[in-house]
Nanobody, 122 residues
Framework: QVQVEESGGGLVQRGGSLRLSCAASKRSLFNIKTMGWHRQVPGKPRELVAVITSSGNPNYADSVKGRFTISGDYAKGVVFLQMTSLKPEDTAVYYC???????????????WGQGTQVTVAA
């Protein structure tokens, strides 16, 4: 069972920066295809923030383009989200997830972390 753990959330003022980290452990045979970040506020569906593929191609939600940067090292099973120019509307629980495959398993497997709170004060 792959375990995913986030860190780095917290409280920041408008215009500030935060860096989120995520590590996928117990993944000895897990072939990572993507790692990414989603966020969710109460009463709304979880939304994609940024994802990076194993080939290094990033994709971002329009709302964070130019402000957030995703990077990762799949060999180490880690991914980071550098967030700058933060806005109050970025306040949410941020979840890391990874998708990939295991030998002998056809379906794509997906694992989520528990989430880390990011709060941006106005």
């Amino acid at each position: 069972q792959v375990q995913v753990e986030e860190s780095g959330g917290g409280l920041v003022q408008r215009g500030g920066s935060l860096r989120l980290s995520c590590a996928a452990s117990k993944r000895s045979l897990f072939n990572i295809k993507t790692m990414g970040w989603h966020r969710q506020v109460p009463g709304k569906p979880r939304e994609l923030v940024a994802v990076i593929t194993s080939s290094g191609n990033p994709n971002y939600a329009d709302s964070v383009k130019g402000r957030f940067t995703i990077s990762g090292d799949y060999a180490k099973g880690v991914v980071f989200l550098q967030m700058t120019s933060l806005k109050p509307e970025d306040t949410a629980v941020y979840y890391c997830n990874t998708k990939g495959s295991l030998p002998g398993v056809t379906a794509t497997l997906e694992y989520w972390g528990q989430g880390t709170q990011v709060t941006v004060a106005a």
